[in-house]
């Protein structure tokens, strides 16, 4: 099966690596030469330009939608008809839209498939997928597709995919701003986070925040999830703007989404780094 992966990064690079130990034939094509090292050094066929990584299915992980843009003006001349772009960069769904539209005129799938699960469940081939497209062309890449993501969700249309993408997205920004207010309550009347966890995590108030996040990277102090603070930011804009474009009220998310702003932490740190300034807050 010959796959090319678009974007070698935190997730890019765990998914392609995955599809090579799977037995897959991997092109791959990244801007940035230490990302294009590293991949080849988990036996992927670097290309020196984008065009050279078409193939029948393609994997798309990268930063934002100019990115996107720009990859899918060069790739959709060089693919070849029936192709299916499966992009799994986390967009505006109707950014999403506007690819699909112009890789039908090439007579390509475009199927937005942003993920869940970060590089860890890349790289275990666990990734939870969320399809907006074309039922047939999810069909066409399905046993590709199965290589990273154990679970797939053909969720609707295009655009459908974000939509579901930067719901969870809001929920996991919300949780962790959540999780790490609520804990700082309990560290000031006294109980300290880590005494805190397994009760919560016994009861009621658990979340991938508490489960995950605080036990795994927050409290110790590694801070290596594979996830920036910026993507994170981005992530949160794109809901916010989303619910503004529908007109959704944020009462709750939305104050919660806002420290994702107000946290003076840099776009290249891991995410994890914003519940833990809320945590470590007065
Ligand atoms: P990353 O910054 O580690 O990787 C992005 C890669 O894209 C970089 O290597 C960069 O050089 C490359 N790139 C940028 N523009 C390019 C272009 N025009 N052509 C080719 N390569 C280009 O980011 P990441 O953490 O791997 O995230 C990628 C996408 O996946 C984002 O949309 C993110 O929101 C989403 N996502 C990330 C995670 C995670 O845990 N890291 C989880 C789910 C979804």
Redesign the pocket.
Known sequence: MRIGV???????LAMAGRLVEQGAEVLG????AG?CDGARARGVQVVAK?EQAAAPVMLL????DR?VE??MLALLPALPKQAVVAD????DPLAAQRFAAAASDWGVDYLDA??????AGAAAGTLAMMLGGDAAAIERARSALALVATKLVHVGGPGAGQVAKLVNNLMVATHLAVAGEALRLGALAGVAPEALLPVVNAASGRSAATEVNFPRWILPGGFD????AG?MR??VRLALALAESVGAALPVCGPAAAQWEAAQVADSADFNHVPAAILGGK
């Open positions: 678009v974007g070698l990064g935190q997730m890019g094509f990244d801007l940035d990302r984008v992980s990268l930063p934002q990115a720009a990859v799994t960069s986390t967009l942003p993920v869940s699960g970060g590089p999830s594979g996830f920036s993507l981005k992530d």
